[in-house]
């Protein structure tokens, strides 16, 4: 937890690929730390820069490829 109320949270997954969680369980918005790669989910009226209370943001960081 940051700053009381948020969640940020990262799994490195299998291929390399990163997943990022960004949580704010608070009614007030909060300034989550950043998240790399692509968004693939964020709660509507939210922002990756602030996230308005009781939201989420997912995003996912491919893996480099492999091949050179």
Known sequence: LTGGSGLAV????????RLGLRANFSDLPW????STGEIIYVSDGAAPAMLSGWSA???LEYAESRDG
């Not at 990262?10 to 690929?17: Q, T, V, Y």
């Not at 300034?31 to 950043?34: D, K, L, T």
């Open 57 to 59: 943001l997912w995003a």
């Open 31 to 34: 300034p989550p730390p950043p």
């Open 10 to 17: 990262d799994w490195m997954l299998p291929d390399g690929a």
